[in-house]
C-alpha cells in the first residue's frame, strides 16, 4: 500500500511506502490527514491507524518535479495508442507540425503514431492529411503520471488536484 506524503502546506511531494509513512507518524514527524478506519495497522500492544495521506509537520523545500520529454513518456500519455487511428501496433514517434516546417521537439508537437499512419501522414500536417487525432497533445504533469500509473488511493484526490 502506497502513503501520498504532503508538505507542511498541504502540497503533495511524494509517494511512500505504508511502513515509511507510519514511521514518520511515529516518530512525530508527520500527521495522518487521512486514514482507512477498517483497516487498522494491529500489534501486539496497540491498534493504529493506517495512513493514506500524511502530513509533514515541517516545511521541506522540494525542487519542482517535472516529466521528461522522452519518447516513453509521449507513449504513456497517449495510452500507448496511435493518436490518429487507435492501433497499438508499431507504434512510432510523429511530428504534429512536420520538423521540415519548423516543428520543434516539444510536448505539444509529438504524437504517439502507428508507422501506416505515419507513413499517410508524410510531411503534411493532421489537417493537411485528412487525419483527426483523438485528442489534442499536451504537458504532462508530474501528478498526471502519478495518478495515471500508480494506483491512486480515492482519498488522495483532492491533494493531487483529481476531479470526479
Known sequence: ??????????????????????????????????????MPIVTSRKNYKRPTVIRLLRYISVPFRK?????EN????????CIYCGDKE?????HVIPKSRGGKNRW???VSCCSSCNTKKDNKT???????MSHEPFK??????VEKFKKVHESWNIYVGIIN
Open 67 to 71: 516529466v521528461n520529454l522522452s519518447r
Open 90 to 94: 508499431n507504434l512510432t514517434i510523429d
Open 1 to 38: 500500500m502506497q502513503v501520498l506524503v504532503l508538505n507542511n502546506a498541504y502540497q503533495p511531494i511524494n509517494v511512500t511506502t505504508l511502513i515509511r509513512g507510519f514511521n514518520l507518524v511515529f516518530k512525530g514527524k508527520a500527521e495522518i490527514v487521512e486514514h482507512l478506519s477498517e
Open 108 to 110: 505539444i508537437n509529438l
Open 126 to 132: 493532421p489537417e493537411e492529411a485528412g487525419m483527426n
Open 140 to 145: 504532462p504533469t508530474y501528478l498526471y503520471f
Open 74 to 81: 509521449i507513449f504513456r500519455r497517449d495510452d500507448y495508442k
